[in-house]
């Protein structure tokens, strides 16, 4: 804003209060209207002198400079209340303050005429007031009255005090306070009793009543000492400012958050995307920032009206929260754009999750009115700190995101960095490959065999999935199982190959071979299914496979997510005759108290371990030491991982000869592991 001279001028003159500017000689510098008024003199006479003309006498003036404006000078602002003279010889009181100002030890004095108030207190003092008049005062204003000796014992109360708290003259005074068996602290203070200060107290009765204490001391005409209270009564008082509180809360929400939807705004979106970035700093981890814009959206405002377009929006905010953690932030920036904080993000590609996400829950039509309405919306992805590390920038690269999100036809996703939108998208092909191979039974069973090495016999195989992709032909496990995991696609795939290789198996028994175990990878969702029991029951029963003929394998990390969850669902297993192997042991970190609790009966010890052996101490020491385990835990115990003989001869001399490996065979199709091992 810009402030005109002019506007000084007018202030300066209409105010109520007095100014005048003197140099250090007491010389007139400047003066106001409103002073010129309180003394009955024109600008120009006080101009043309100096300051004693405001005064009583010239002793009076002396007396005011020493007093005041030496003071002034020496750079201690001042307050007096001071008598002065007017034009016509009359006498007044004025309140007159002093401040230094300027280079040249002027001084700014404003004053104001507070004769009224002077009088009223002489007149006050004149009268003789006697104790009850001022008792009867007191009353009348509504304040209490309260004294107390030093032992506690009430001594005084006045009317308003009684009617407030019932009469308790000679009782102890805290007895009439509920709940209160001893003198309250600020009963105690030895200041109110020594005198030397006045207390401010502020109890609440329970009653939820407010009072504001001023305390202090006085003699009796016996010698001993008394407090004295004067109470108010201030529940109004706090209730108002409760009030004032609570409409501030009001207003400061309406500050941060959007009115149609109730999210944040821009203002709060600013402050948390900080907020994360400044966490995400300290943590090492990512934030994403997921812009959001409707297609289409000022279309169907025009057409349909800003009524229908608002519950739009409305709706469409809803669906976007059942897209989100409760730690993520969705903001409305205004019209048909949300934006989307996503903090602690593990992997970048969560944030193409997120997104998918939400272009599914947007895509499902919104019924309004009898209007059924489709909004898509187009999605741009920032991500800090690999893009930008300011909340501007971030903010700026998903905006940029989201208008190459329109252009390639929106109802999409761009990430600002676009090798991740390649990235998300080799995602989204495979899992949607993925998908397809389970209908198209892309999905084939491998066996490895497991040998007795001491005996040199067969004791059974592990059954291990491959994809047979059409165009990239066998892929791993490896790069499939943890996106069938992420995708929950992984029970359905396991579903399959269990029922594969149970099949096959019941197959080579009824043609009178000998297969032994078959041993079955059980992922931690497939574990998890409400329904596992029923389902893997069933699937016995359909292949006619025996239970003692099946063994399941879990990861130590599968159980550990949740132990007493797995306890229960591994005991229902075992109770069913099922064997269960702990995988890959000893990269986990199973408690041994939980072990010993487990219905496991073999430890598989992981290939790691097996690699280096038996040059290695460590890994020799380790697989000493589980096998030990496993005696102590009657366990029975194999190895994976097995290449090479004098892997083998170290394994069997230490007491574990069962053994799956390379040395013996790769995971190889049902014909030629009948071929190599059953006949
Ligand atoms: P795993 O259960 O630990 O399986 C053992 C892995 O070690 C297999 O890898 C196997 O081919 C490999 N292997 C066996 N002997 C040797 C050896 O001597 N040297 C070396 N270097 N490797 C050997 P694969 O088949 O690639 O499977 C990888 C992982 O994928 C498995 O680890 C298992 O966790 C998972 N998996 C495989 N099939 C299934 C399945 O049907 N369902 C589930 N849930 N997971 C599966
Ligand atoms: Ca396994
Ligand atoms: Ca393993």
Request: with cysteine; proline share 3%.
């Amino acid at each position: 804003m810009q402030v005109h001279t002019e506007w000084l001028e007018q202030i300066i003159n209409n105010s109520h209060i007095g100014i005048l500017v003197v140099d250090r000689e007491r010389n007139n510098l400047f003066v106001n209207d409103r002073l010129c008024e309180m003394f009955g003199y024109t600008q120009e006479e006080i101009l043309s002198t100096n300051a004693e003309i405001f005064h009583v006498n010239h002793d009076t003036f002396l007396k005011f400079a020493e007093l005041a404006f030496d003071a002034v000078l020496k750079g201690e602002p001042l307050a007096v209340e001071y008598q002065f003279r007017r034009a016509d010889g009359s006498l007044f009181w004025g309140h007159i303050a002093g401040d230094p100002i300027g280079a040249e030890n002027e001084v700014l004095w404003t004053m104001v005429d507070i004769t009224q108030r002077i009088e009223a207190q002489k007149k006050l003092e004149d009268t003789n007031y006697n104790l009850e008049q001022y008792l009867e005062a007191i009353d009348k204003i509504g304040i209490g009255l309260f004294v107390v000796d030093e032992d506690y014992t009430t001594r005084y109360m006045n009317k308003t005090m009684i009617s407030w708290f019932g009469n308790q003259m000679g009782k102890t005074c805290y007895s009439s306070v509920a709940g209160l068996t001893e003198p309250c602290p600020y009963c105690k203070l030895p200041e109110v009793i020594s005198g030397k200060k006045r207390v401010l107290y502020e109890p609440t009765t329970p009653d939820g009543q407010s009072f504001e204490i001023v305390a202090t001391s006085i003699k009796n005409s016996d010698g001993t000492i008394s407090k004295m209270e004067f109470i108010r009564n201030v529940t109004d008082q706090k209730e108002a400012q409760k009030k004032l509180q609570e409409q501030k809360e009001k207003f400061d929400y309406q500050a941060h958050h959007d009115s149609l939807t109730g999210l944040p705004n821009r203002v709060l979106f600013t402050d948390r995307l900080s907020q994360a970035m400044e966490k995400a700093k300290r943590n090492d981890s990512k934030v994403a920032l997921l812009f959001i814009d409707l297609d289409h959206f000022k279309e169907i405002n025009d057409a349909l009206g800003h009524d229908i377009g608002d519950k739009i929006l409305k709706q469409v905010s809803q669906r976007l929260q059942g897209c989100i953690r409760e730690e993520d932030t969705l903001a409305r920036l205004g019209g048909d754009e949300f934006i989307l904080i996503l903090e602690h993000l593990v992997d970048v590609q969560d944030a193409s999750r997120v997104a998918t996400k939400i272009l599914n829950a947007l895509s499902a039509s919104i019924t309004i009115e009898g209007h059924t309405l489709y909004v898509s919306s187009s999605i741009g992805i920032s991500i800090y700190p690999d893009d930008g590390d300011t909340t501007q920038n971030l903010l700026k690269f998903a905006d940029s995101a989201m208008y190459k999100a329109k252009n390639e036809g929106r109802n999409n996703y761009q990430f600002y960095n676009e090798s991740m939108t390649e990235l998300a998208f080799e995602r989204v092909f495979m899992e949607a490959s993925l998908r397809e191979a389970l209908t198209k039974e892309e999905f084939i069973v491998y066996y490895q065999p497991q040998i007795n090495a001491s005996e040199d016999r067969l004791i059974g195989m592990e059954a291990l999935v491959r994809w047979k992709h059409p165009s990239m032909g066998i892929v791993s496990p490896a790069k499939f199982i943890p996106l069938a995991e992420s995708t929950g696609l992984i029970v359905q795939i396991d579903r399959y190959v269990m029922k594969k290789a149970m099949m096959q198996l019941s197959q080579w028994y009824k043609e009178g071979l000998e297969p032994g175990v078959l041993a079955m990878n059980l992922s931690a969702s497939q574990l998890h299914q409400e329904d596992f029991i029923e389902v893997f029951e069933a699937l016995l029963e359909e292949t006619e496979c025996k239970a003692e003929w099946i063994e399941l394998e879990v990861t130590e990390s599968q159980i550990m997510k949740n132990p007493q969850k797995a306890i229960r669902i591994l005991q229902e297993i075992s109770a069913i005759g099922i064997e269960l192997a702990v995988d890959d042991f000893g990269t986990g970190y199973s408690s041994l108290a939980y072990l010993k609790r487990f219905p496991i009966n073999k430890l598989k010890i992981d290939q790691e371990f097996v690699k280096d052996l038996p040059y290695n101490e460590e890994d020799s020491g380790i697989v000493r030491a589980v096998i030990a385990l496993a005696e102590a835990l009657k366990l029975h115990i194999i190895a994976e991982g097995v290449e090479k003989e004098e892997q083998k001869k170290f394994l069997i001399e230490n007491g574990c000869k069962n053994i799956q490996g390379y040395l013996y065979s790769r995971p190889i199709e049902a014909d030629s592991f009948k071929e190599k091992f059953l006949l």
